[in-house]
């Protein structure tokens, strides 16, 4: 796969993603919802931290806006890493496979951070009001925003028979995260790598035909 076709899935990917999170800031309360079917709803939501909300004031003796700031400098050191693997991986004529891996997962990547990294100065905040764009009272300032999320698949919504040990009576959702565009992209990205790790690592089968000496 050449550059440009990296490119291309890349820069598709980054605008229906941040389309989406701009459409759902600037037209949803902070935990307003709306159902598309039984099983799907869009729910705004915004993560202050890593995945599944995790803060880093939750693990260390540190403020939330000091763990904020640590980890959106960690997730822009990922960034060029995953970057350089990415332009590493095209260089050397790497699998197709590979390289859409890494194209998925550097799109996504990408995607989290502007919203880590710019969200906070530019918009205000969604608490009982609709956020507006460059707002005179943003809620953050640079390195401080919150990434938005709002794909919800709630498939199963039930209670626990009371038979059941110790969750006997609690209630029962399934699937329980809410992630967005970019969260998606690197989970197939990561999917692609573990399941067709063969393929995406192996040498390419054009490569070895040209590298493989004329046999007589």
């Known amino acids: 796969m050449s550059l440009k076709k ?14 989406s999170k701009v459409y759902i800031k600037t037209n949803f309360v902070l935990g307003e919802s709306v159902d598309v079917f039984s099983w799907f709803k869009i729910l705004f939501i915004e ?19 000091v763990g904020k700031l640590i980890l959106t400098i960690f997730r ?13 991986t095209i260089k050397k004529n790497s699998s197709k ?20 990294v710019f969200y906070g100065m530019i918009f205000n905040d969604s608490y009982s009001q609709v956020a507006t764009a460059f707002s005179s009272e943003p809620y953050g300032s640079i ?12 498939m199963i919504d039930s209670v626990w028979p009371d038979w059941v040990p110790v969750v006997g009576g609690k209630n ?17 990205g990561v999917g692609i790598l573990i ?3 063969k393929k995406a690592f192996g040498e390419d089968k054009e490569e ?9």
């Open 97 to 116: 496979t590979l390289i859409l891996a890494v194209s998925l997962i550097f799109a996504g990547a990408l995607g989290n951070i502007l919203d880590s």
């Open 47 to 65: 993560n202050e931290g890593a995945a599944w909300g995790t803060k880093l004031s939750d693990l260390l003796p540190i403020s939330d806006e």
């Open 6 to 19: 990296s490119l291309i899935i890349i820069i598709a990917i980054l605008a229906i993603d941040q389309i």
């Open 208 to 216: 070895v035909k040209t590298n493989r000496p004329d046999q007589e």
């Open 76 to 88: 822009l050191f990922a960034i060029v890493g995953i970057g350089y693997w990415l332009f590493d």
């Open 172 to 188: 029962f959702r399934f699937f329980e995260p809410v992630f967005n565009i970019a969260d998606t992209a690197i989970s197939t």
């Open 195 to 197: 399941v067709f790790n």
């Open 143 to 154: 390195f401080h925003g919150k990434v938005v999320d709002m794909l919800y698949f709630p």
